[in-house]
């Protein structure tokens, strides 16, 4: 980094203690934006850096709650509205034990730059709870996202702030928050959440938009070396929301995904992976990786080790950040792996993105190939406003459109900044500059 960034960096660093996730997302924007910086040193004048690593508001609220047994429970709720240059603040929600203020201000922060690339006017931010409903019944789920939407509620709205799933939030806990937010405010603001159920205000294409976009950037990456996914192995992390439907586009376009995974170990299935048993074990009985290979003979349960042990020719990181790191990467390039899109957010190590970039091969970060789900979101807002609803080959057709587009901006800001095939330098500049162009437009504030 040069000087003047460094210090830049240097202070988020020292305002900001002990926000790990938060440093990493800061300095991978900073540290590729810097040909976007030279260009135009309008952005270093208007301290561009300093105010956008500087979220609007954080709001950080205490959830308590009565589990089955009687017991009071407390959790803590975050919402970081992030930037509001591009419209609503617009990012999920994540329930997971280990969610903590480093690891919302990070989702928060790539969000912004996510967002401006779709192209669609969405602000960024995230948020979420130190809450995990594996293994809590549907009452307690239900009691938690009742109390946590009794304080989030005064804080969002259809044009002010729009959050959605992530990590341990699906339907049923966007319906427990969208019945409570009604019951408050005693109006019916489709717009106020995405992720909808589709009785109820939810888009076609909302549930697979996610794994389908990660899918369809790694094939417009191939597309550029003549190449498509036709009958390539496929690796695939994680085992909920976005895995699944990464799966699903694999096989459409005729790829073969042989693994997935979640925190109890690793399923490899050569045959490929049977997607009706997948989704039954998953998203019908919400139960283990485990429980897929007792009825799948052939596939076998890895419970050491990582995924990316296994060889095969495209990698699809679909868990959670930072689950690919160095030696990871090294062991997939060394077993033929010549393109990773990223479903997670931020799931490969700095190291990693190193190997796979000194390798010359087809890497997307999350900004642009996970972009899919909140572009979706976005089209979902678009029919609530209208009061419409699109059947689904149009909302897929708009989000293929959409994922095209996002793959060709990186392209060509990567293009126009010297490193021709560098899709973190296209993502973050292209990202970036969308946002400073109009910071700058909007004065100080
Ligand atoms: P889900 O909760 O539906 O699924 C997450 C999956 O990842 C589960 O199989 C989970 O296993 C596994 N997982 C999570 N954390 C770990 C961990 N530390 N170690 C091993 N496995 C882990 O979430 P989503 O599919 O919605 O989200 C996955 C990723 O995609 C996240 O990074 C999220 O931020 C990102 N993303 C999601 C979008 C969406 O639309 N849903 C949009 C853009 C990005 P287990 O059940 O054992 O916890």
């Known amino acids: 980094m040069r000087e003047a960034v ?24 900073f540290e590729s934006i810097e040909p976007a910086l030279e260009r135009k040193p309008e952005y270093l004048d208007a301290a561009i850096l300093e105010r956008v690593t500087e979220p ?21 709720g975050f919402r970081i509205e992030f930037s509001s240059a591009l419209g609503p603040y617009k990012g999920g929600l994540r329930f997971r034990e280990n969610v903590n203020l480093s690891i919302i201000k990070f989702l928060g922060f790539e969000q912004i730059f996510k967002n401006s690339l779709t192209g669609l006017a969405m602000g960024g931010g995230k948020g979420g709870s130190d809450f995990d409903p594996h293994g809590r019944s549907d009452a307690e789920v239900m009691r938690f996202c009742q109390s946590f939407m009794t304080e989030l509620a005064r804080h969002i709205g259809p044009s002010t702030d729009v959050p959605a799933g992530d990590i341990g939030v699906g339907g049923r806990e966007i319906g427990y928050m969208f019945g409570q937010y009604k019951r408050l405010r005693n109006s019916y603001d489709a717009g106020v959440l995405t992720g909808k159920g589709l009785a109820w205000g939810g888009s076609l294409v909302r549930t697979e938009a996610t794994g389908y976009g990660t899918v369809l950037f790694a094939q417009s990456m191939l597309a550029t070396k003549g190449e498509s996914l036709e009958g390539k192995k496929v690796l695939v992390s994680g085992a909920g929301n976005v895995a699944i439907y990464a799966i699903e586009k694999a096989q459409q376009l005729g790829a073969t995904p042989i693994t997935f995974s979640d925190s109890s170990g690793y399923v490899v299935d050569e045959a490929g992976v049977d997607l009706e048993l997948l989704k039954q074990v998953k998203e019908v009985e919400r139960g283990r990786v485990a429980d ?11 419970t050491g080790g990582s995924v990316w042990d296994v060889p095969g020719d495209v990698a699809l990181p679909c868990a959670t950040q930072n689950e690919l790191d160095g030696d990871a990467a090294n062991t997939l390039l060394r077993g033929g792996c010549g393109v990773v899109s990223e479903g997670a957010n931020m799931p490969s190590t700095p190291e990693a993105v190193e ?31 209208g009061r419409t609803r699109w059947d689904f080959a149009t909302a897929e057709a708009k989000l293929t459109g959409i994922m095209t587009d996002i793959h060709d901006s990186c392209v060509a800001a990567a293009e126009e900044y010297g490193r021709p095939g560098d899709y973190v330098l296209g993502a973050n500049a292209a990202g970036f500059t969308r946002v400073a162009d109009v910071m700058i437009a909007h004065g100080i504030v």
């Open 355 to 385: 190997a796979f970039q000194k390798a010359g091969i087809l890497f997307a970060p999350g900004k642009a190939a996970n972009a899919g789900g909140v572009a979706t979101s976005a089209l979902e807002m678009e029919q609530n406003a």
């Open 56 to 76: 609007d508001r954080q709001i950080m609220f205490r959830v308590p709650w009565v589990d089955d047994s009687g017991k009071v429970q407390v959790n803590r």
């Open 292 to 302: 897929y290979v007792e009825r799948r003979p052939g596939a076998r349960l890895v």
């Open 6 to 29: 460094q210090s830049i960096y240097d202070g988020v660093l020292d305002r900001n203690p002990g926000q790990p996730e938060f440093h990493q997302a800061v300095k991978e924007v």
